[in-house]
């Protein structure tokens, strides 16, 4: 029986599309997220919470 | 610094102020349920040691405690736990105001009335037979509706933010808020027979697939997102320390949103499911380890400097342990999912104690960490006694450990007698009950554990109310910030970072992340006509069996027995043949269930005559003298109710079970002959008369009746 059901829907093609969509993705966001010159920006950026309660923004 | 870019901001300063009168109205009601959720748990584990525990009363049996406990520890403590803590950060990450008091109003109280409602329609067994999905069509669309509102405040208050960049916690509300509404919505699609009553669009393998898509991903997005997003924000407040690496937080967000939506076949190893989505299911979990850990070191890293304060503060004292259960649930889970481990893990109580390990340990240590951060912001004051707090975090860690110990060896223990074979190719252990009886101890164990547990929360209740009433709310604090502007772009600005700054295109790409995985896996179910072989022995209930399946639900039979014989040869031997994906076509809902407290029942029918059956439901201990059965002796005395039995079976039709307009027309003729014939057995046996009206006949017919059309065939077939 799973036998039949292999042989009813092999279509590799699709997980393997999804694959090649998730590694494509992977790459282009970890590439771009450490980008020498996005460095400064995603240091400020893990404060973000401790800055939260500013009374006076001058 | 107000900005992350330093961008010099200029243009028109606005005040605004925070509704936190909100975020202290979801706080009361978090720890309200909570403690409800672990009494109700703490009740079904020692139901579980005992049957006694059940004390006979239908409305409090462990098959309607179950779904009660479950759902009230999700959607009551964790969701009001999770829109507390999303409300609190979201204002302050965004310098804004919720979007409309009275959306957060409509949604505070809709979710209670949600919540009440469930309280009130699972003991009284009105469920739609779906593990985590339990209830019935008018709650489910209320659930979708206060959803919704939810979402319009989110974004909205996005929308009118005074902070260009948002904040990588707000990023992982954003996907829980789009997948739970599209995991909702496409499980919960069903046709509605009265207004207690409705079946699932889905059948057999089909609704196998989705309630696993579903049931998994709940976990991921409900559970395990949000306290992500959660994290992200307090542990470095707590803390007074950024966020260990902001760029693996990226990173981990995108991993864990693309992955984590694929994993939940892993749930259907060695069943009826294509062996190709078994497989991808596998993979994608081992895959989770990566995304997983990254996110539990960020969080633990970002405690770097201040781990002296760790054995001092209760909030970080909380935060750390549960980050530590975060990163061993997050590599249980993966290891569960391996074939070969899960052959041995599934269907046993493994798989309580590893959920336990995340639920307990990951969520509620968070909570109490959070719940200890946010009160005395709120009320103005210190946590009233850390001695307590410190006294509730040792209590909760040896409960957790009793619960989770007890629970492992439990499972294995028991999973390693059902495969005992011996050299004449037979079980060991062939009868059912004797591996009941040596894990019984181990119940008793993890009732205890999971009693140190909710006295832990109780001791939080305490003195999160003693700290409130120290307290006062004052006066509404009043903040100052530049309007987003064009002062607030960075120049050269890349594409992500725009995308950053655009929530609703951000929105539609997470929703692309999680619907790339949602429709390979559910691609299969939509063509289940396809690779199904249909199996012409195969025929729809009759209408009394239909009745009978409908009682088993509402009893909950599914979380103590499975219907699914594996692929394996110690199941073949003690059940009889595997299952096939053809012997479920017409079950609106699957049973397949998750858990073996008792055997499973996929061969059930004919095993055991109609008077076994009887004398087992009134007594379990009169058949099977060891058993933790509980009694069902109201299905002797409740009429069965036929009264929308033609209606049952039109929306059956409508489904696509092949009832002919006469099958329907007759069906109550048909039900009380068939009716007639079982208690007619079992009067000549000394049975009184009147039981031929009673529940309990329809659930026998609809016992006798479970595996025999593929189950008699001959295997060859």
Known sequence: MDKDIFNHFNQPWLPMTALGIFVTCFIIYVYWTYKKSNKKFYENSSYMPLHDGVKHER | ?717
């Open chain 2, 1 to 717: 610094m107000s900005s992350p870019s330093a961008v010099h901001r200029t243009g028109r300063l606005e005040t605004y102020s925070y509704d936190d009168q909100i975020v202290r109205m979801f706080i009361v009601a978090t720890i309200i349920w909570g403690a409800v959720a672990m009494l109700v748990g703490v009740t079904i584990a020692f139901q579980l040691a005992t049957w006694k525990m059940n004390f006979g009363l239908q409305w409090i049996t462990f098959g309607r405690l179950r779904p009660l406990h479950t759902n009230a520890a999700i959607f009551a403590f964790c969701g009001n736990a999770m829109f507390a803590g999303i409300y609190y950060s979201h204002q302050r990450l965004l310098k804004a105001r919720l979007f409309n008091d009275v959306l957060s109003r409509i949604h505070f109280w809709g979710w209670q009335a949600i919540i009440v409602s469930a309280a009130l329609t699972l003991p009284f067994g009105i469920t739609r037979g779906k593990e985590y999905a339990e209830l019935e069509w008018p709650i489910t669309i209320a659930i979708a509706v206060i959803w919704v509102v939810f979402a319009v405040n989110f974004f909205g208050t996005l929308i009118r933010r005074r902070e260009r960049h948002i904040f990588v916690a707000i990023w992982f509300y954003i996907a829980t808020i789009l997948t739970v509404a599209v995991l909702h919505i496409v499980n919960g699609l069903g046709l509605p027979v009265t207004i207690f009553k409705s079946y699932s669009v889905y059948a057999g393998v089909q609704d196998a697939l989705v309630q696993w898509w579903y049931g998994h991903n709940a976990v991921a997005f409900f559970l395990t997102t949000p306290f992500l997003g959660l994290m992200y924000y307090f542990v470095p407040k707590a803390a007074n320390r950024p966020v260990y690496s902001y760029r693996l937080s990226v990173v981990h967000f995108w991993s864990l949103v693309f992955i984590y939506i694929w994993a939940g076949p892993h749930h259907l190893l060695y069943t009826t499911l294509p062996e190709w989505v078994q497989t991808l299911g596998m993979v994608f979990s081992i895959a989770l380890w990566a995304p997983s850990w990254g996110g539990m070191i960020n969080g633990l890293m970002t405690l770097r400097g201040v781990w002296d304060k760790v054995r001092t503060d209760p909030v970080l004292k909380f935060m750390a342990l549960a980050l530590t259960f975060y990163g061993m649930a997050t590599f249980e889970g993966p290891l569960l999912s391996i074939k070969s481990v899960n052959s041995i893990g599934h269907f046993t109580d493994w798989i309580p104690g590893h959920v336990h390990a995340g639920t307990i340990g990951w969520n509620y240590l968070l909570i109490a960490g959070i719940l200890y951060y946010m009160v005395p912001k709120l009320w103005n004051t210190e946590i009233f006694s850390k001695k307590i707090a410190n006294t509730q975090f040792w209590l909760a860690t040896i409960g957790l450990a009793l619960y989770y110990v007890s629970m492992v060896s439990a499972g294995i223990t028991q999973s390693l007698m059902w495969r005992a074979i011996d050299v004449n190719g037979k079980l060991v252990y062939p009868n059912f009950i004797e591996t009941v009886v040596k894990i019984v101890p181990m119940y008793w164990v993890r009732a205890f554990g999971g009693t140190f547990v909710f006295i832990s929360f109780l001791l939080m209740t305490y003195n999160l109310f003693k700290t409130m009433n120290q307290g006062t709310i004052g006066e509404i604090e009043v903040f100052e910030a530049y309007a987003l502007d064009d002062s607030s772009l960075e120049e050269n600005a890349g594409h992500h970072r725009k995308l950053e700054g655009l929530p609703m295109v951000f929105a539609v790409l997470s929703l692309i992340a999680i619907l790339v995985g949602s429709a390979i896996e559910i691609v299969p179910s939509l063509l289940s006509n396809q690779y199904i072989t249909k199996i012409d022995a195969v025929k729809p209930y009759k209408p009394l069996e239909l009745l009978g399946r409908d009682i088993y639900l509402r009893e909950g039979c599914y979380l103590c027995h499975s219907q699914q014989v594996r692929p394996m040869a110690h199941e073949v031997l003690r059940y009889g043949k595997n299952s096939e994906a053809g012997e479920f076509i017409y079950d609106h809902p699957f049973q397949w269930g998750s858990k073996r407290t008792g055997p499973d029942l996929a061969r059930i029918g004919g095993k055991y005559p109609n008077m076994w059956h009887y004398r087992h439901m009134i007594n379990p201990r009169d058949v099977t003298p060891q058993s933790i059965m509980p009694i069902y002796k109201w299905l002797v005395e409740q009429k069965l109710d036929l009264s929308t039995l033609t209606k049952k079976l039109s929306v059956m039709k409508q489904l696509g079970v092949p009832y002919s307009d006469v099958d329907i027309a007759s069906g109550v003729e048909n039900a009380q002959a068939q009716a007639k014939l079982i208690s007619a057995d079992l009067m000549n046996q000394g049975v009184p008369k009147e039981v031929e009206d009673k529940e309990l006949i329809a659930l026998i017919a609809y016992l006798q009746r479970m595996g025999t059309d593929y189950g008699s065939l001959p295997v060859n077939k």
